[in-house]
Nanobody, 130 residues
Framework: QVQLVESGGGSVHAGGSLRLSCAAS????????MGWFRQAPGKEDEGVAV???????SYADSVKGRFTISQDNAKNTLYLQMNSLKPQDTAMYYC????????????????????????WGQGTQVTVSS
């Protein structure tokens, strides 16, 4: 059974930093397309960042230059380092895994754009105050 468990959320002031973690279990971590998504109250969900098996990454324009997605295959853990946080980053953050992306960066990016991930965590709340 695949499980994704996020942690690391919290409340910070604008300009602060947080590092989110997503611990994966129940499957071989490497070889999956992994992503971070977020949803703020009253807003549509947004794809934040994605990483494929080879470490290729892509980011939403709203977080580019401030957030960094990474993964530690030995620890079966996905990370999202968030710096220079803004109040508009306030949201519930979710990690997700796609085991069926086909192994190509194009497939991973397509899954990210379509929110086509088979496994999702329960989310961790990030609140940024001004």
């Amino acid at each position: 059974q695949v499980q994704l468990v996020e942690s690391g959320g919290g409340s910070v002031h604008a300009g602060g930093s947080l590092r989110l973690s997503c611990a994966a279990s129940g499957y071989i971590f490497s070889g999956y397309c992994m992503g971070w998504f977020r949803q703020a109250p009253g807003k549509e969900d947004e794809g934040v960042a994605v990483i494929d098996n080879d470490g290729t990454t892509s980011y939403a324009d709203s977080v580019k230059g401030r957030f960094t997605i990474s993964q530690d295959n030995a620890k079966n853990t996905l990370y999202l380092q968030m710096n220079s946080l803004k109040p508009q980053d306030t949201a519930m953050y979710y990690c997700a895994a796609d085991p069926t992306y086909g192994g190509s960066w194009y497939g991973c990016l397509r899954s990210f754009m379509n929110r086509d991930f088979g496994y999702w965590g329960q989310g961790t709340q990030v609140t940024v105050s001004s």
